[in-house]
């Protein structure tokens, strides 16, 4: 999506003596800040996604993806501004959208999604919640973060609680659709710029979406965004290009291979998941030296991702039939249980503990639950229709899981065929 000619949105300011500052960004051009953006971008809050990788540990695969959190925040903000200008919104409601998507990535842990699931165990919420408590200014489990954002919203006249509730919507979903379909929709500003930067950094071109088509295109009809008829070929588009960048870059099998190792390393250390709440407010660098500290296998399995010796998909299974399902769902609910199967498997092929790990997550649908494809109206002869939500191939690949494999198995090179060898002709251990 390139820079258009009009004044970008600017939020506003309470005095005419503040400086105005401009950022060249390799996908979007320019990004001009101003007032409460530029406010909120010099916070120690905002500041600590500049040690965050966006892909975690994609790095590893594509050497190039080593932008971050804030570079994906600045990209949002710049996208959300240009849909609150094309759907006409009013100067506060653009305030409160803006600002919510630089700040809608607070809460994420070390390599963003990498811990998602342990933040979860020991905290007791995701990131999501996460990022509310940080603008809400409400300290979290662990934190000795200092708390700067909600004064710097206040001071602009804007509320925390309604940027936070655009980003962590309430059960009560009494926000402004619209406003949260910008920031927590199917399409919206987060999806629109982080495809395109992952594509960027990752040489991988699938996320080449055609955003400015998609921007163009769009539409708020009966407090809802929708788009226009001539949009469709773009929409698809976004559709298949996200799919496919979940399975070549974000559920690459190198990609999480590391990434199970990182999730390994923090639920074996001493006191998980009390002692591991402190971890999820560190940034990337902060949690591998921790993880070093605490010796053992923690520490055997950071080494082994910083010196890039990974563990290998020794077994897997690329579907799993809907009577065993269940059971397998059941250990995505119940990681302690994921953790024993892992044991006892690696005591069967005489490794320790940790060098055996189940990535589940083929399980699951992509996705979260602002991302509703039956949801995406397009305008079509005057009215809204709604092609995906019955069955069609569209409606399929929006919603298939993310990695190629529904269960995988990580271990040891050392002990690669011993495991793959004992899991196909002992499968009663299994669920």
Do not use: C
């Amino acid at each position: 999506m390139r820079a258009r000619a009009s004044r970008p949105f600017v939020a506003r300011r309470p005095s005419r003596t503040l400086p105005r500052k401009s950022i060249f960004d390799p996908v979007h051009g320019p990004i001009p800040l101003d007032g409460v953006a530029l406010a909120l971008v010099g916070s120690p809050e905002f500041q600590r996604l500049w040690q965050i990788r966006q892909t975690g540990f994609a790095h590893l695969v594509f050497p190039g993806a080593n932008h971050t959190r804030l570079e994906h925040s600045l990209g949002a903000f710049w996208v959300a501004g240009r849909m609150a200008e094309h759907l006409g919104l009013g100067e506060t409601d653009s305030e409160r959208v803006v600002a919510g998507a630089l700040l809608h990535d607070l809460g994420h842990g070390p390599f963003s999604h990498t811990l998602d699931g342990p933040m979860v165990e020991a905290l007791g919420f995701g990131h999501e919640t996460a990022s509310r408590a940080r603008i809400e200014g409400r300290s979290l489990p662990g934190s000795t973060e200092a708390v700067t954002v909600p004064a710097i919203l206040e001071r602009f006249g804007i509320s925390p609680r309604a940027v936070a509730d655009l980003i962590d919507p309430p059960a009560s979903g009494t926000e402004p659709r619209l406003l949260r379909e910008i920031l927590h929709g199917a399409i919206d500003a987060d999806r629109i710029d982080y495809l395109q930067r992952d594509a960027h950094y990752t040489g991988v071109g699938h996320g080449a979406i055609d955003a400015a088509r998609l921007l163009d295109t769009m539409h708020g009809v009966h407090h809802r965004l929708v788009f226009a008829e001539k949009g469709r070929s773009a929409v698809e588009g976004f559709l298949v290009g996200r799919a496919l960048m979940y399975s070549t870059v974000y559920y690459h099998k190198t990609v999480r291979a590391a990434e199970m190792m990182a999730q390994g390393a923090v639920e074996r250390m001493p006191g998980y998941p009390e002692a591991a709440r402190p971890l999820f407010h560190s940034t990337d660098g902060e949690l591998l030296v921790r993880l070093q500290d605490v010796g053992g296998v923690s520490a055997e399995l950071v080494s082994g991702i910083a010196a890039r010796r990974l563990l290998k998909r020794v077994h897997g299974w690329r579907s799993v039939e809907p009577s065993d399902r269940a059971r397998w769902r059941r250990l995505l609910r119940r990681p302690a249980e994921r953790r024993a199967l892992e044991d006892e498997i690696a005591s069967h092929v005489g490794v320790r503990s940790g060098r055996v790990l189940v990535d589940l997550a083929g399980l699951e649908p992509r996705g979260d639950p602002g991302e509703d494809w039956a949801s995406v109206g397009l305008a079509v002869d005057g009215r809204v229709a709604f092609p995906f939500r019955g069955p069609s191939p569209w409606r399929e690949l929006a919603t298939r899981a993310p990695a190629d494999w529904a269960i995988s198995v990580y271990a040891d090179a050392r002990v690669r065929n011993a495991t793959s060898h004992w899991l196909s002709r002992d499968p009663s251990i299994l669920p």
